[in-house]
């Protein structure tokens, strides 16, 4: 069973950066592909954006794209998500999860994944 947990959300202005990081343990999240997900109020949770185990293929919401850039450590057992240019819809609850399967693709469905953190708030004002 792997436990993760999620810091470096926080409330910024309209434009500016945050780099929320997820660390694992219990297991090693390097055979696994690893993605974020976001819940705004009154919404349910999207996808964000993933990275496969080995950091090969990533995958992006199109609301995100060329804004965000997922990646991760896999000696160090964490996955960042470097969020530039934000925009108040990017207010939410942000979540690292871990993929149900080893090796596999960079899955934007939020059922294949296991493995949930608790949230970090991101917060952006205009």
């Known amino acids: 069973q792997v436990q993760l947990v999620e810091s470096g959300g926080g409330l910024v202005q309209a434009g500016d950066s945050l780099r929320p990081s997820c660390a694992a343990s219990?297991?090693?999240?390097?055979?696994?592909?690893m993605g974020w997900f976001r819940q705004g109020p009154g919404v349910g949770r999207e996808f964000v954006a993933t990275?496969?185990?080995?950091?090969?293929?990533?995958n992006y919401a199109d609301s995100v794209k060329g804004r965000f850039t997922i990646s991760r450590d896999n000696a160090k057992n964490t996955v960042d998500l470097q969020m530039n240019s934000l925009k108040p819809e990017d207010t939410a609850v942000y979540y690292c999860a871990s993929h149900e399967v080893p090796y596999d693709g960079a899955s934007t469905q939020s059922w294949e994944y296991e493995y949930w953190g608790q949230g970090t708030q991101v917060t952006v004002s205009s």
């Open positions: 219990g297991r090693p999240i390097s055979a696994y592909t």
């Open positions: 990275i496969t185990w080995n950091g090969s293929r990533t």
